[in-house]
T-cell receptor, first 116, second 115 residues
Framework: GAGVSQSPSNKVTEKGKDVELRCDPI?????LYWYRQSLGQGLEFLIY????????KSGLPSDRFSAERTGGSVSTLTIQRTQQEDSAVYLC??????????????FGPGTRLTVL | AQSVTQLDSHVSVSEGTPVLLRCNYS??????LFWYVQHPNKGLQLLLK??????LVKGINGFEAEFKKSETSFHLTKPSAHMSDAAEYFC?????????????FGKGTKLSVKP
């Protein structure tokens, strides 16, 4: 079946512009995560959606970052007034819902964001 | 709080020789542990996971890892490296967030395989 997809695969923008990154999770997966991977770093958790519950935004680095998930499926990560330090690969992952704590997360290919 | 430390940022081996990628974790309770692999320009793929069943876990592509609670380690091994194993490997510990698990990633180990 189809995996997690993300678009665009690459995005180059100018400092100060807003960007939107899209994630299509695996159909039926109720949990969705956003991560950021900077050069030479591990993955940094940004935000987590679980079904219709309020999202866990504790990983967002500043109020310039926001995300929404419409209809429990597609998610959009928005970065306002981009800065050069926002340059990174943004990864989306989804996993099956339910009470299990240790579900595998399935990752998309990522969006490489470059802020000039 | 949980954390994970990958002891080597870069490991280089010759094709056909064993691979050892080291990982230590800290956790206040029984963790779940994962190894993910990331090939260049590809998404992260799960290699294997430990979730309190057998301590020796077998994964894809001939990799395995052993959970050692006394050493708080979860090292990844493979008896014989293949050129296609060249990639970045991430050790991951699961942290409970609500009813789902969030993943705490190590900084990664880049594996190079020489012919």
């Amino acid at each position: 079946g189809a995996g997690v997809s993300q678009s665009p695969s690459n995005k180059v923008t100018e400092k100060g512009k807003d960007v939107e990154l899209r994630c299509d999770p695996i159909s039926g997966h109720t949990a969705l995560y956003w991560y950021r991977q900077s050069l030479g770093q591990g993955l940094e958790f940004l935000i987590y959606f679980q079904g219709n519950s309020a999202p866990d935004k504790s990983g967002l680095p500043s109020d310039r970052f926001s995300a929404e998930r419409t209809g429990g499926s597609v998610s959009t990560l928005t970065i306002q007034r981009t800065q050069q330090e926002d340059s990174a690969v943004y990864l989306c992952a989804s996993s099956p819902g339910g009470p299990r704590v240790y579900n595998e997360q399935f990752f998309g290919p990522g969006t490489r964001l470059t802020v000039l | 709080a949980q954390s994970v430390t990958q002891l080597d940022s870069h490991v280089s081996v010759s094709e056909g020789t064993p691979v050892l990628l080291r990982c230590n974790y800290s956790s206040s309770y029984s963790p779940s542990l994962f190894w993910y692999v990331q090939h260049p320009n590809k998404g992260l793929q799960l290699l294997l996971k430990y979730t309190s069943a057998a301590t020796l876990v077998k994964g894809i592509n001939g990799f395995e890892a052993e959970f050692k609670k006394s050493e708080t380690s979860f090292h990844l091994t493979k008896p014989s490296a293949h050129m296609s194993d060249a990639a970045e490997y991430f050790c991951v510990v699961s942290e409970k967030r609500g009813s789902q698990g969030n993943l705490i990633f190590g900084k990664g180990t880049k594996l190079s395989v020489k012919p």
